[in-house]
């Protein structure tokens, strides 16, 4: 089993840049696919990127695609998202997600560990 906790949230003015870390405790990152969920107010829960266990493949959302980043530390047992050029569209509660299985999951039915959460804002 594994932990989660998100950090690195805030208010931020549009086109300015964000890095969400999850740090993980429990088995090491290694050993799961990653991935960023995010749910903004009054809306479902929505998939952003992902990252697989073997790290050989990565996927993001059409909304986000070149301006955020998955990436993982296995040292450090810690995931980031870089988001760079943010919108007041992003502005969402920011989840990490874990998974023990391989291949590259975008439905939040694929993984299996949630962090809390943390608040991303975006002024205009």
């Known amino acids: 089993q594994v932990q989660l906790v998100e950090s690195g949230g805030g208010l931020v003015q549009a086109g300015g840049s964000l890095r969400l870390s999850c740090a993980t405790s429990g088995r090491t990152v290694s050993s799961y696919g990653v991935g960023w969920f995010r749910q903004a107010p009054g809306k479902e829960r929505e998939f952003v990127a992902s990252?697989?266990?073997?790290?050989?493949?990565?996927y993001y959302a059409d909304s986000v695609k070149g301006r955020f980043t998955i990436s993982r530390d296995n040292a450090k047992n810690t995931v980031y998202l870089q988001m760079n050029s943010l919108k007041p569209e992003d502005t969402a509660v920011y989840y990490c997600?874990?998974?023990?299985?391989?291949?590259?999951?975008?439905?939040?039915?694929?993984?299996?560990?949630w962090g809390q959460g943390t608040q991303v804002t975006v002024s205009s």
């Open positions: 990252d697989s266990r073997s790290s050989d493949s990565t």
């Open positions: 997600a874990a998974t023990p299985y391989n291949g590259l999951y975008i439905l939040s039915s694929g993984f299996e560990y």
